[in-house]
């Protein structure tokens, strides 16, 4: 078993018993079903829209190497410099070089999941700087010296007097346990670092190849004060985010809305095209987008889970998933967790040291009805269990289902199997539950039901007489 | 019509009234059952631990049993989910292929056959419970059936039917996923039971033996008195 898997294991069983969060997870995705079935109510068919939205998704992905190239020349053609990285160290080299070039000493970041994946704040830290989320979740995340805790809602686990806490121990400034009251200690530390700030860091949820833009969602106004007030703004994308045209927006901003936080749209919806051209009055600089590869392309190979490549990171299969509803986003230790994590992280780091989070469902397929894009992905952890198993069989298990097949394929060693159940439960219940139980795992919590005398087939095979 | 009932392999062992109410009802509505005695079980636990090849001897054995079949009944969504769904993809490219999709294509699930095959819905049945229904998740997103179980419910004397919030939400027994993390699949458990016991049911029902063994294995040993029962003893009470 690898550690990253033993690990698992040893964090499910902690997080499992935490009734306390349990309870909390619960009632803040309840509180989430219900405005997502509202909102997903004003579509006209939510069904047609998850249909058009895979298939764009489709042909962008499947196009990669045309919209990528128009993407990428229209945001040169306006004075924006791309780079390519093909790994998360590359990206983070890059991003420091730009640093190193503008001198600066301190970065401003709106919430990126890509940049958690290329690890990019430890990158800047080593190198001197100062790095401040401006995300109110992942503020508090830092604050906290935690990774987010799901994609989305990165804080959602914490009660507002854990935040009150938060605050007065790093801040010295929380008057109450009020939202409002605590938003406004956040924004008050914020406000100052948007000033001081020499680069602006943001993610991106869509890039537009059709017009050469970057499209930004967000509900706190932060991404634009990014973006806004430093003289040089980078964004990091993965090279999955880019859609064909403008036009497509009119799907998925209302769409990501709706799958990801129950809204209609976002507070905040930005379109970036470029630098600022002369004779405007604001915007950074210079503007830097960092195309990121990270084993993308890899995934893009796939035929069957290429699929996965859709995903617009809304959140919505984490929330729908009863497996992290009742360990939590940590208990993965991935950057992104849920259905979604588990499907990519075995190609993003590894299928043997990953493969643990495939088995860890119970593929109830309640993701895929959850994904707005329609990623098959229950049955991609399936299809991950069969590459992991084909590349490197467990011996005992394997001989476990050789031995299994071998009986189930000769029916009476079937029926004296079944027999020596019965004759055995009596002596299995002398040790239920304890390490001589054969059925530990199932009997540790859960009871057997007793073997009856007869069998259905003893039944058939006698009344056939 | 001649119909071949597949008998899961846990039904057979552990919860034989379930088989018997089926083959009874069946019969009942006057037509013919034929139970292949060479099959054991589909194949799902080696499938679903990724063991492709291990799971194909067994799966290949079940398709030689079902090749003259005129009607494919098994009674339970996962199992049922099995043949239907993924044996094509199991034989996928192999020689079993054709005859993997000819038999899905006339295999169903036990109360999506008789409501949406045989157009049945009233057996006559009496059950003087208040009852709420747990969808197996391979029977509700494998094969789609959601209607079929409530159906049958609502023609049954005396019963009400009340759906619990999480009528949707996996139970948590998931096959080998039950004692591969026991600790994720009892608190998932949990989840379902405490949501069944909200709407004050006597049973709970479900058209999936497996799910109801894990249940009410927590039941159980939970000392708790809410009690699960196979949807075919309950089409089956008089």
Redesign the interface.
């Known amino acids: 078993m690898s550690t990253f898997a033993s690990q698992f294991?040893k964090q499910?069983?902690v997080m499992?018993?935490d009734l306390r969060h349990?309870k909390i997870i619960?009632t803040a995705l309840t509180n989430y079903e219900i405005v997502r079935d509202k909102r997903k109510g004003a579509f006209q068919s939510w069904e047609s829209a998850r249909q058009a939205a895979a298939e764009t998704k489709w042909e962008a992905v499947n196009h990669l190497d045309k919209y990528l190239v128009e993407l990428v020349s229209k945001l040169e053609a306006r004075g924006t410099k791309v780079h390519w990285a093909s790994t998360g160290a590359q990206a983070s080299e890059i991003i420091l070089q730009i640093v190193r070039d503008k001198q600066a000493r301190s970065v401003i970041k709106s919430k990126s999941m890509t940049s958690e994946e290329v690890h990019l704040n430890a990158a800047l830290e080593k190198a001197g700087l100062e790095v401040v989320e401006s995300d109110l979740g992942e503020f508090i995340m830092q604050l906290r010296d935690e990774p987010p805790y799901h994609i989305v809602f990165p804080s959602m686990h914490l009660t507002r007097g854990e935040i009150k806490d938060l605050f007065q121990r790093e801040l010295g400034d929380a008057p109450s346990d009020s939202p409002e009251e605590l938003t406004m200690v956040a924004r008050r530390a914020l406000r100052k670092k948007y000033l001081t700030a020499d680069i602006g860091f943001t993610g991106a949820n869509f890039a537009i190849a059709e017009t050469g833009m970057i499209s930004i969602t967000e509900n706190e106004g932060n991404a634009r004060l990014t973006s806004a007030l430093p003289k040089t703004m980078v964004s990091l994308l993965g090279i999955e985010k880019v859609l064909p045209r403008l036009e497509d927006l009119a799907l998925f901003l209302p769409m990501l809305a709706t799958a990801g936080t129950g809204q209609a749209l976002t507070c905040y919806n930005t379109m970036y095209g470029g630098p600022r051209q002369p004779g405007e009055s604001d915007g950074p600089e210079e503007f830097h987008v960092i195309l990121l590869d990270n084993h993308r392309t890899e995934l893009l190979a796939d035929a069957e889970q290429r699929d996965a490549l859709h995903c617009i990171r809304c959140g919505a299969c984490l929330n729908a998933c009863?497996?992290f509803?009742?360990?939590g986003g940590h208990t993965y230790a991935t950057t992104y967790s849920g259905p979604i994590g588990s499907v990519i992280t075995p190609h993003l780091r590894g299928l043997q040291d990953w493969k643990h989070l495939s088995?860890?469902?119970?593929?109830?397929?309640?993701c895929?009805?959850a994904c707005p894009v329609k990623i098959d992905l229950h049955h991609h952890l399936?299809q991950?269990?069969?590459?992991?198993?084909?590349e490197e069989?467990a011996f005992f298990?394997?001989s476990l289902?050789?031995i299994?097949?071998f009986?189930?394929?000769r029916?009476a060693l079937?029926a004296v199997a079944?027999k020596l159940?019965r004759f055995g439960q009596p002596l299995q219940n002398l040790v239920k539950g304890t390490a001589l139980d054969p059925a530990k795992?199932?009997t540790?919590?859960?009871?057997?039901?007793p073997?009856?005398k007869?069998?259905?087939?003893?039944?058939?095979?006698k009344r056939k007489g | 019509m001649t119909i071949t009932l597949f008998i899961p392999c846990f039904v057979d062992a552990l919860f034989p009234r379930a088989g018997i109410s089926m083959v009874q009802l069946l019969e009942g509505l006057g037509h013919k059952v034929v139970c292949p005695e060479e099959i054991s079980c589909c194949g799902q636990p080696p499938f679903n631990s990724g063991y492709w090849g291990e799971a194909r001897p067994v799966a290949a054995k079940v398709l030689e049993q079902l090749k003259d079949a005129e009607a494919v009944v098994i009674g339970s969504g996962s199992c049922g989910a099995m043949v239907k769904k993924f044996y094509p993809e199991l034989f996928a490219g192999k020689p079993q292929e054709e005859l993997a999709k000819k038999i899905a294509a006339r295999t169903w699930e036990f109360s999506d056959f008789i409501v949406s095959k045989l157009g049945v819905t009233d057996f006559g049945a009496k059950f003087p419970h208040k009852v709420t229904f747990h969808d197996g998740c391979h029977g509700l997103r494998e094969l789609d059936i959601k209607k079929s179980p409530r159906a049958l419910l609502a023609k049954v004397q005396g019963l009400q039917l009340v759906e619990m919030a999480e009528a949707e939400t996996c139970c948590g027994f998931g096959g080998t996923f039950a004692a591969k993390f026991p600790m994720i699949s009892t608190a998932m458990g949990d989840v379902k039971c405490a949501s069944a016991a909200e709407t004050g049911a006597e049973y709970i029902v479900s058209n999936d033996s497996s799910c109801l063994m894990h249940l009410q294995g927590l039941l159980t040993r939970q000392g708790k008195p809410l009690k699960t029962i196979h949807l075919a003893e309950v089409l089956n009470q008089r």
Do not use: H
């Open positions: 294991l499910a069983r499992t018993a349990r619960r009863p497996i509803r009742n360990v088995n860890a469902s119970s593929l109830c397929g309640g895929t009805e399936l991950n269990r069969r590459n992991a198993a084909t069989p298990e394997r289902y050789q299994f097949g009986v189930a394929n029916p079937w079944k159940g795992a199932w540790q919590t859960r009871d057997l039901p073997m009856p007869e069998s259905f087939k003893d039944w058939w095979q």
